[in-house]
């Protein structure tokens, strides 16, 4: 699909073959086309028939949204989920909200009535409530299906992953809060005052403040920021995409909030902006990268912006290495309904220097922050906790280790063990009926014995091959169990597990 072809599919000419294509997507492709170009020209019906399928596709991400939106193959690819992306924008809106006015400034405190008001719970963390328009769409639920496969990926996030006492460990601190979370997060990621241009206070303004996006893609964040109450600026260096960010902003009746233009995000001056969001892409000539220095624009540039922004948003791989977070940062990795979908940046001015980490559960909101504690090492015990992707990416293991009043059974690899059921969001629990040194063999007749005709199989730090394992078991019982593949204290171990005793709530 092509600028023009992309142009005259918003035409209503466009508009009737979309409509058509739509109804022809569960159809043969060949069928499909034939048909479309029985009335139409071959560049139209290829678009239309092209929108079609990435709007089904993109109900996962989008709910019912995804029917009025327009999207690039590589722009739904890396579009943030609906819920993640209304959670971001509602910390933003939130925090800007929450900075006192400066001296002599004429625009009045946000209504508490308004879409960007924030409470505070009896902890004192600001509850922003921005964002929670985003559309019965958007918050209607995706089940699983073909779009669940486009989400941001990250190679291997919990193989090998340690929980031990260490920087080096992944998930070695522990014992942190958690409970329902707030945009503010009550640490003012992105706090501080300071005047926007011409005397406004940043914020403060009726209009919302004002974010610059500066890799806006098909337009999935743009939408969450000006549902939110933001005036955003967003910009992208292809023409196409930008045609269809702003299809996307009419399409919601979002334009008069929303711009979108031609530009390279170097060009652009972050310093003329309440907030600097920014999505850099994540996809080469060979597919998805995972090093920064690949991104576009390359991180030096959005080191750059970061460093030049009043403060800052910046979304990147959930797998991104360590030393590439800015000093001061705060770092949120989220998780939707147990799987990781992404990591923000977050920035401003004024942080004290150190490095935050916190994790962020989606949809039921719940957080966990580093708090220095580390988890100890002990036998196993009658549970194993299977933590939460996006704690062992923060490394946060220990903290979910102190919340079940667990131990690691190996330093070095992120299951943690305990002798008591405990519920928590953090982890799924599993009741150990059985540890064996792991061997085809044995692992078999253990299974046949139990009557064990089902099994799940979970593995870290384990190079077993599991769809072969499952093969060469040979089930048939009536039985169903989960076997976790780990090691304790560098012994291959198989772990035969109850299943059904999940903590984590759907």
Known sequence: MDLDAFTELLTPRGQRALAEAVEL????????????????????????????????????????????????????????????????????????????ASPGASSPP????????????PRGEALGEAGASLGEGARR?????????????????????????SHRLTGETGSGRHGAAGP?????????????????????TREGPRVVDVCCGSGGDLLALARAGCVVDAVDT??????????NAEAFGLAGRVTVRVADAASVSPEDYDVLFADPARRTSRGRTFDPMAY???????LDLLARAPRACLKVAPGIPYEFIPEGAEAEWVSYKGEVKEASLWTSPGREAGLVRLATLLPGGHVLRDTGAVAPTGPLGQYVYEPDGAAIRAHLVGEVAELVGGRLPDPMIAYITGDEPVDTPWAARYEVEEALPFSLKRLRAALRDRKIGNVTIKKRASAVDIERLRSDLRLSGTESAVVILTRIMDKP??????PGSSARPA
């Open 493 to 498: 171990t198989a772990l035969i597990c109850r």
């Open 184 to 204: 503010g997060l009550g640490e003012g990621a992105l706090g501080g005052a300071a005047e926007g241009p011409g005397g406004g206070v940043r914020g403060g």
């Open 110 to 121: 946000p209504d508490p009535r308004s879409p960007g008001r924030t409470s505070r719970d």
């Open 25 to 100: 997507r569960d159809a043969d492709p060949v069928v499909a086309a034939t048909s479309l170009r029985r009335t139409y020209d071959a560049a139209l019906a290829s678009a239309a028939l092209t929108q079609a399928r990435l709007r089904e596709r993109a109900r996962a991400k989008f709910g019912a949204d995804a029917e009025l939106m327009y999207f690039t193959p590589h722009g739904l690819e890396q579009a943030t989920r609906a819920e993640v992306a209304a959670h971001r924008a509602a910390r933003l809106l939130a925090a800007c909200a929450l900075e006192p």
């Open 238 to 247: 292809d023409p196409l995409t930008v045609a269809v960010a702003r299809a």
């Open 296 to 302: 576009s624009p390359p991180w030096p540039v959005v």
């Open 141 to 165: 639920e995706a089940g699983p299906g073909s779009g669940e496969g486009i989400e941001e990926a990250d190679p291997g996030w919990g193989e090998g992953a340690p929980g031990g006492a």
